[in-house]
Antibody, heavy 119, light 107 residues
Framework: EVQLVESGGGLVQPGGSLRLSCAAS????????MNWVRQAPGKGLEWVAN????????QHVDSVKGRFTISRDNARNSLYLQMNSLRAEDTAMYFC????????????WGQGTLVTVSS | DIQMTQSPSSLSASVGDRVTFTCRAS??????LNWYQHSPGKAPKLLIY???SLQSGVPSRFSGSGSGTDFTLTISSLQPEDFATYSC?????????FGQGTKVEIK
């Protein structure tokens, strides 16, 4: 069974940092693109970043470029999102998701970890 | 960025109803359109990919259609577990943008 479990969320002050983790199991992690998607309170889903199977390519949405970095450790079956210079507008539930192989998309999602940026 | 607009933003329906949602892209995305179901506290679920392909394990009452800029998701007979929010996503161009969602509520 595919499982994705996010962790690392919490309350942080503006300008602070957090590192989110996503532990994957039930599939060969190194064979899949991986994604981070977030949902702010009362808002729609927003794709944040994705990373290629071997970590050699990655992309971030413009609103987080220069502040967030996606990475992965295939030996640990883990995906990460390093978030620096956090702003109030980064407050959201953050989901990790496995890339669909047959077509771009996300076929499995975790339940999310909540990040709250507030003083 | 490609903007995705969903309508309606919410709807009330009864078990057994046929419901249809629409999603419009600000430019042609061919068939690079996915549909997801999500609810608070639950992991989002992929329903349809590439506009009309049913994801494995998803009930056949869900179907998708469209190409270019206009897409629809149809639930042929609404079930109690279908009361949720439905979001479309374009995967044609980075950033992969989502619509704002359509919330289905019990009438």
């Amino acid at each position: 069974e595919v499982q994705l479990v996010e962790s690392g969320g919490g309350l942080v002050q503006p300008g602070g940092s957090l590192r989110l983790s996503c532990a994957a199991s039930g599939f060969t992690f190194s064979n899949y693109w991986m994604n981070w998607v977030r949902q702010a309170p009362g808002k729609g889903l927003e794709w944040v970043a994705n990373i290629k199977e071997d970590g050699s390519e990655y992309q971030h949405v413009d609103s987080v470029k220069g502040r967030f970095t996606i990475s992965r450790d295939n030996a640990r079956n883990s995906l990460y999102l390093q978030m620096n210079s956090l702003r109030a507008e980064d407050t959201a539930m953050y989901f990790c998701g496995r890339g669909l192989q047959v077509s771009p998309g996300i076929d499995y999602w975790g339940q999310g970890t909540l990040v709250t940026v507030s003083s | 960025d490609i903007q995705m607009t969903q309508s309606p933003s919410s709807l009330s329906a009864s078990v057994g109803d046929r419901v249809t949602f629409t999603c419009r892209a600000s430019q042609s995305i061919r068939t690079s359109l996915n549909w997801y179901q999500h609810s608070p506290g639950k992991a989002p679920k992929l329903l349809i990919y590439a506009a009309s392909s049913l994801q494995s394990g998803v009930p056949s009452r869900f179907s998708g259609s469209g190409s270019g800029t206009d897409f629809t998701l149809t639930i042929s007979s609404l079930q109690p577990e279908d009361f949720a929010t439905y979001s479309c996503q374009q995967s044609y161009r980075t950033p992969q943008t989502f619509g704002q969602g359509t919330k289905v509520e019990i009438k």
